[in-house]
């Protein structure tokens, strides 16, 4: 058996190195995962996702919505045709999306083409 495609199996980090190897920065990981029919097989490799936090039904935006005015994090927002700030508390962030922790809620709509050039109280039109 060359492995398992696309196939994923879940785990649970069990063991943490206490030292970072600075020359690679990696950290020795060692993970429990139940191996029904012992499919898994020393000396595979495998590529690994972790889920170092889970929130449901997180509000998240595009990273292009959210902007950096000192240490605010503002995002325009629609309300009646027209574009509103606010100011919002930003959670985790990955390369194409933030999580937004306070300031908008899930339904509103938020700003993310051409929101550089966009004031507080200007006029919009919605595409999607």
């Keep these: 058996m060359a492995g398992l495609p696309g196939e994923g199996v879940p785990a649970k980090v069990s063991r943490v190195a206490t030292v970072l190897d600075p020359a690679s920065r990696t950290m020795r990981v060692e993970v429990d ?12 490799t495998v590529q690994v996702s972790l889920d170092t936090q889970r929130t449901p039904n997180a509000v ?38 933030v ?23 200007a006029p919009v039109r919605v595409r999607q």
């Design 60 to 97: 998240t935006v595009p990273i292009s919505a959210v902007h950096s005015q000192g240490a605010a994090r503002p995002v325009f927002v629609v309300k009646d045709g027209k574009a509103k700030l606010a100011q919002v508390k930003t959670g985790i962030e990955a390369p194409e999306w």
């Design 33 to 44: 995962v139940a191996n029904p029919g012992e499919r898994l097989r020393p000396g595979m």
């Design 99 to 121: 999580q937004i922790i306070e300031g908008i809620r899930p339904g509103d709509q938020v700003v993310v083409a051409a929101a550089v050039e966009l004031k507080d109280g």
